[in-house]
């Protein structure tokens, strides 16, 4: 069954801790997106990736960190930077056909307590 | 630069009462648009998209160039179409889309 798999689902992360999120697609896309979602603000970019070994700065990269070392895998680390980290981050993966639209993770939910 | 605008933050309607939710888009090329659905507790996923020029769950889009709008509408809304919804554009060769700020749809029964 293809998809896109992003864990956790919930996250607490500590003042000054980094955290890092998971995603995974099977679905053989070249491109991968990390998007950050908060209330009245839409979906803002954070890091993309349309190859392996290669990434490219979002809208809203500072305090974010990336890497694509594998062509399924595309994790994101929030950094003790990150000002305000607690937010709802979706993973999306995309074939090159960009006619075809992006594929959504079910998202990650983080909280600094 | 490109910029897609939903003026409505929420649309209220009754079941089956004729719904638009509106999506204007600032491009000088050639657009590509899209609409995505998030239902509560499920994950965003795309609705319709422009180029396809089909009806999904009995929403259509048009893509008007003369008022860039890509406004989705469907005759006869349902309960079931209560959702987030966002508007997105490509553009100029990029495959990222600029999204929306969503419009929350509530259908009443």
């Known amino acids: 069954d293809g998809g896109i798999t992003q864990s956790p689902k919930y996250l607490f992360r500590k003042e000054g801790q980094n955290v890092t999120l998971s995603c995974e697609q099977n679905?053989?896309?070249?491109?991968m997106y990390w998007y950050r979602q908060d209330p009245g603000q839409g979906l803002r970019l954070i890091y993309y990736s349309q190859i392996v070994n290669d990434f490219q700065k979002g809208d809203i990269a500072e305090g974010y960190s990336v890497s694509r070392e594998k062509k399924e895998s595309f994790p994101l680390t929030v950094t003790s930077a990150q000002k305000n980290p607690t937010a709802f981050y979706l993973c999306?993966?995309?074939?090159?056909?960009?006619?075809?639209?992006?594929?959504f993770g079910s998202g990650t939910r983080l909280t600094v307590v | 630069a490109q910029r897609v605008t939903q003026p409505e933050k929420l649309l209220s309607v009754f079941k089956g009462a004729p719904v638009e939710l509106k999506c204007n888009y600032s491009y000088s090329g050639s657009p590509e648009l899209f609409w995505y659905v998030q239902y509560s507790r499920q994950r965003l996923q795309l609705l319709l998209r422009h180029i396809s020029r089909e009806s999904i769950k009995g929403f259509t889009a048009d893509l008007n160039k003369g008022e860039t709008s890509f406004h989705l509408k469907k005759p006869f809304a349902q309960e079931e179409d209560s959702a987030m919804y966002y508007c997105?554009?490509?553009?100029?060769?990029?495959?990222?889309?600029?999204f929306g700020r969503g419009t929350s749809l509530i259908v009443h029964p």
């Open positions: 999306a993966s995309m074939n090159v056909d960009r006619g075809r639209g992006y594929t």
């Open positions: 997105a554009l490509s553009g100029g060769g990029s495959y990222i889309p600029t």
């Open positions: 679905l053989n896309h070249d491109a």
